[in-house]
């Protein structure tokens, strides 16, 4: 059984901006520009009945589209430094899916996930990369900021690779909702005055 997990996918122009950070520190192993992403819901190996589930009650989630906008680089692993990220700004409504992702899975009975959800997109594992190279390579891209994009959908990504970084597959689609303007229905009935 593949290993599961759901996750925003980067659209094309962010991922573009992401590809000009790779590059300039050792040891690093860069993740191809076609498999950023991210995470918000590790699942794991699990049979084929509970994807199914875990599918269905997905499909079920009611939320709408949302804006997000990736910014600043960090790295996992303060003394032995094992990943380098971009970072994602701060959207409750990524929160708020990622919460009922999260209890739908430990209603269908999985572990809760025991890491604190920090969105990222990981740019490269590192294999034996000096604290110092890391911290260099970092300084110089702080400033890292892409375009504001929609989300209008989420993905339940499963990956065979071991290692990590990919090659992901696209096993479902699940589409957010657009964002209607009140202002028609305002129009046709206006608020009464509270003054």
Known sequence: MPRLFTALEIPRNAAMSLS????????????????????????????????DEIID?????????????????????SKKPHSVWAGVSIAPEMFALQAEIERICQRIGLPSDPRKFTPHVTLA???????????????????????????SRFVLLS???????????????????????????????PASSVW
């Open 57 to 77: 009650r997905l499909d079920r989630i009611e939320r709408p589209e949302f804006q997000l906008q990736l910014s600043g680089t960090g790295a996992f692993g």
């Open 125 to 151: 594992r590192l294999r034996s990369s000096r604290v110092e190279d890391v911290v260099e390579y970092l300084s110089g891209r702080g400033n890292f900021v892409t375009a504001p994009f929609t989300v």
């Open 159 to 189: 990956s065979r690779d071991s290692v990590g970084g990919g090659p992901y597959l696209t096993e479902e689609v699940f589409p957010l909702h657009e964002e209607h303007s009140n202002l028609a229905s305002n129009e046709e009935h």
């Open 20 to 51: 000009l950070l790779r590059g300039g520190l050792p040891g690093a192993r860069w993740i191809d520009v076609e498999n950023y992403h991210i995470t918000l819901r590790f699942i794991g190996d699990v049979d084929w009945r509970t994807a």
